[in-house]
């Protein structure tokens, strides 16, 4: 999904909307913040380095690794060859020399380069 409509977009839940409960800031960590389905009564910020300078944003770049670690334990039972409970599918050595040996996974992100 990430691969066919970008990071932030795939966020939007399948009625457009991003979040749910009552929310009036959003801190997105990069350059510019995506269009997304937002009420206009939420203030919505773009920062460099926010997963550094900001609680919130720190947190969250926790829970999403952690999360995203955890899957890629369980897809190294499905994708053993790939080795992904050593290194998460994160651009390591080991990892690269698995890609050019066998080539991408099917869960590989087509956008990173090894």
Do not use: W
């Not at 009036?24 to 919505?44: A, H, Q, R, T």
């Not at 947190?59 to 994708?79: C, F, G, H, V, W």
Request: proline share 5%; net charge positive; glycine share 6%.
């Amino acid at each position: 999904m990430i691969e066919e409509i970008g990071t932030y977009e795939s966020l939007v839940t399948p009625n457009g909307n991003i979040f749910s409960g009552e929310v009036n800031k959003i801190i997105v960590d990069g350059i510019y913040f995506p269009k997304l389905n937002v009420s206009e009564k939420i203030e919505c910020v773009a920062k460099v380095k926010a997963d550094a300078t900001e609680p919130s944003v720190m947190a969250a770049s926790i829970l999403a690794k952690t999360a995203r670690d955890k899957l890629m334990i369980e897809y190294s039972k499905i994708y053993s060859e790939y080795q992904y409970e050593k290194h998460k599918g994160y651009p390591t050595k080991l990892h690269k020399e698995i890609c050019k040996k066998i080539g991408p996974s099917p869960i590989q992100r087509r956008t990173f380069k090894i």
